[in-house]
C-alpha cells in the first residue's frame, strides 16, 4: 500500500494543525495506522496510533493535545494537533500495519514520505 501523507506547515505556539495520511489501498479498513515523527538529530518516535477496531493509542508527550482519527470511507488516516510547542517540530511519518496497533517503527510495513511540522516560538 502507499501512503501519502500532507497537511504540514509553520505554525506558532498554541496553534492547531491537521495532517492527512491517504492510502492506496482498497483494503484500508484493515490496517492499523499510526503516526511517527522524527526531529533532527533524533530518532524517530511513535506519536499516535489507531486500530482497526478504532482503538487508539498516544505518545504520553501528545496525549491530550493530538486525537487520532480514521476515515475508511476515504482511505485516510487524521491526527488532529492542538497547542502546538517547539518541541512538536519535526517530519511526520503515517505508517500502516495489519490490524492491530504498536508503538514499534519497526513493526510498520507501509511508510509514507514525511510531511515536516514547525513549530516557532
Known amino acids: 500500500v502507499q501512503l501519502q501523507a500532507s497537511g504540514g506547515g509553520l505554525v506558532h505556539t498554541g496553534d492547531s494543525l491537521r495532517l492527512s495520511c491517504v492510502a492506496s489501498?482498497?483494503?484500508?479498513?484493515?490496517?492499523?495506522m499510526a503516526w511517527f515523527r522524527q526531529a533532527p538529530g533524533k530518532e524517530r518516535e511513535f506519536v499516535a496510533a489507531i486500530g482497526q477496531s478504532l482503538t487508539t493509542d498516544y505518545a504520553d508527550s501528545v496525549r491530550g493535545r493530538f486525537t487520532i482519527s480514521r476515515d475508511n470511507d476515504k482511505d485516510t488516516v487524521y491526527l488532529q494537533m492542538y497547542n502546538l510547542q517547539p518541541e512538536d517540530t519535526a517530519a511526520y511519518y503515517c505508517?500502516?500495519?495489519?490490524?492491530?496497533?504498536?508503538?514499534?517503527?519497526?513493526?510498520?510495513?507501509?511508510w509514507g514520505q514525511g510531511t515536516q511540522v514547525t513549530v516557532s516560538s
Open positions: 489501498d482498497g483494503f484500508f479498513n484493515r490496517y492499523a
Open positions: 505508517a500502516a500495519r495489519l490490524y492491530t496497533v504498536s508503538q514499534r517503527a519497526i513493526e510498520y510495513d507501509f
